[in-house]
């Protein structure tokens, strides 16, 4: 299959909408991370974005809408019947990085949900993204636009490294504002439950819902822990969210995770960093200071790019994890496989 190279211009929007209408893939620009878009509502659509990105089925994908109307088909009830704080950040927070999951309308078929009887829903703030929705006029199926597994891409080009020759087109916008997926929020229960951190923060939500929110326990990783390495703990979490489960994030290059304050770090980087060479490795440094926007938006390019240098190891220093640090330091120890020197 010949990928397309789309433009931002309307006429090329317009296409992109039809492609997805008539069943086919568009990889496009949101403001977290690129999507692989699809007809949420088509079944063989959705199957072939599985089958594209070599998903596991039971990893079920987020609904994106390009108005709160759309909603209506999409959960259980209509939009009316949603949980009230469902209501509250559906339009405090939408359009922005946030997915809610909601309990589902039986019209959203369970390839999309992988089975489940709930569907997560976002509303985007990107304008190409709200454009292309509404073109296509269908609720779009949208997971990560890479390769299951591999850093999720954050430019066109780490789209194309992935997917050129598997998708119908690719939307070659901008680098991605935020850099790491969308918050996502499970409504369905008394309280609601952060599954994914992300840019918009634990405290954030609770300062809109003026009520207190909580992590999915599979978030909290003490990175305190007295013992070395975690890796071992990684497979003993059982996350409410499918996705979080598996394996992600993860380059070429194997990814160690460095904890500790100025001079731990610069010890430890360079003792381990010295080690590599020694064993003929390649070794790079990624440090962020403690600006977690800066991370989050550069963090998953980096890791692209050091792959294309060739580097075999990749030490990351780890960041504070207040506010949206929280969200970074989840990718880093998921790109680390929870491997932590300390
Ligand atoms: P991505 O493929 O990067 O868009 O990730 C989507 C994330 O949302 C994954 O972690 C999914 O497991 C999660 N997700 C999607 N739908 C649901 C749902 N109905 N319930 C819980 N988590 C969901
Ligand atoms: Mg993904």
């Known amino acids: 299959m010949k990928t397309l ?14 492609i997805i209408r008539s069943g086919g893939l568009v990889a496009f620009p949101t403001e ?34 390009a108005d709160i109307a759309d909603l209506d088909g999409l959960v259980e009830g209509g939009a009316f019947r949603m949980p009230p704080y469902a209501k509250i950040l559906a339009k405090q927070m939408w359009p922005g990085p ?83 997926e969308s918050t996502v929020i499970d409504m369905t229960g008394d309280e609601p439950i952060i599954l994914r951190p992300g840019i918009v923060t634990k405290e954030w939500i609770e300062k809109v819902l003026r009520t207190e929110v909580s992590y999915d326990n599979s978030l909290l990783i003490n990175i305190e822990d007295e013992s070395e390495d975690m890796s071992g703990t990684y497979t003993d979490f059982k996350p409410r969210s499918p996705g979080m489960k598996y394996k992600h994030y993860a380059p070429k290059a194997k990814v160690r995770l460095i904890a500790g304050d100025n001079e731990t770090f610069a010890e430890k980087v360079m003792e381990l960093g010295v080690e590599a060479m020694r064993e003929g490795l390649k070794p790079a440094i990624l440090e962020y200071g403690n600006d977690a926007n800066k991370a989050a938006h550069k963090l998953f390019a980096d890791l692209r790019e050091l792959d294309r240098q060739g580097y075999d190891i990749i030490f990351i ?11 970074v330091m989840n990718r880093m120890l998921k790109s680390a496989g929870y491997d932590i020197v300390k």
């Open 5 to 18: 190279r789309l433009s931002t211009s309307e006429i090329d929007i317009a296409r992109a909408g039809d």
């Open 98 to 180: 946030l997915t809610m999951v909601l309990r589902k309308n039986p019209s959203v078929p369970g390839v999309t949900t992988g089975g489940l009887d709930t569907v997560a829903i976002r509303m985007p703030m990107n304008e190409t993204a709200r454009k292309l929705i509404a073109e296509a006029g269908v609720p779009v199926a949208a997971p990560s636009a890479n390769t299951s597994g591999r850093p999720s891409p954050t430019t066109a080009y780490d789209v194309l490294e992935d997917m050129d020759g598997r998708i119908d087109a690719v939307i070659m916008g901008d680098q991605c504002d935020v850099g790491i």
């Open 317 to 327: 220093r780890a960041i504070d994890t207040k506010g949206a640090g929280f969200g």
């Open 32 to 65: 977290t991370v690129y999507g692989l878009g699809a007809n949420a509502l088509d079944e063989e659509a959705v199957r072939s974005v599985y089958e594209a990105k070599g998903r596991p089925s039971d990893n079920p994908m987020i609904v994106h809408i």
